[in-house]
């Protein structure tokens, strides 16, 4: 994978993050925000997401798969309705859900590096 490790290495791009977890969440805004992304959210919840995507332009989206007794599916399904990239980051060692409603999917695993979430967010959007 090539590596994304400079600031400004995702400037213009305004990333969608779905993460019910408060120190999550700010890990990845810092992350993205560092590469020179626009971070929309974080979002906690579907109707939190959903506010978003019609208030606002998205590039790409980073969508933690359960989110406190819920799944980020609604929002990968309009996402992709809509031709906007995302990726699932998750720590469900099961990803056959994940994968039945969106053959294909990038799915990232919980814990996390720096440099895997920039290298799967710079894949997405090109």
Not at 27 to 36: F, N, Q, S, V, Y
Not at 84 to 95: G, K, S
Request: hydrophobic fraction near 45%; include cysteine; charge should be negative.
């Amino acid at each position: 994978m090539a590596r994304f490790e400079s600031e400004g290495a995702l400037n213009g791009v305004r990333i969608l993050v779905v993460e019910d977890d408060f120190l999550i969440s700010m890990e990845l805004d810092t992350i993205l925000a560092d590469a020179g992304a626009k971070v929309l959210g974080p979002c906690r919840t579907v109707a939190q997401a959903e506010h978003l995507m019609a208030a606002n332009s998205v590039s790409g989206a980073v969508l933690d798969f359960r989110l406190d007794g819920d799944t980020s599916l609604p929002i990968a399904r309009q996402l992709r309705q809509h031709g906007i990239p995302f990726v699932f980051f998750t720590a469900q060692t099961n990803t056959g859900q994940i994968h039945s409603e969106c053959p294909g999917a990038t799915v990232i695993a919980k814990p996390f590096h720096r440099q895997t979430i920039l290298a799967a967010v710079a894949k997405m959007l090109h």
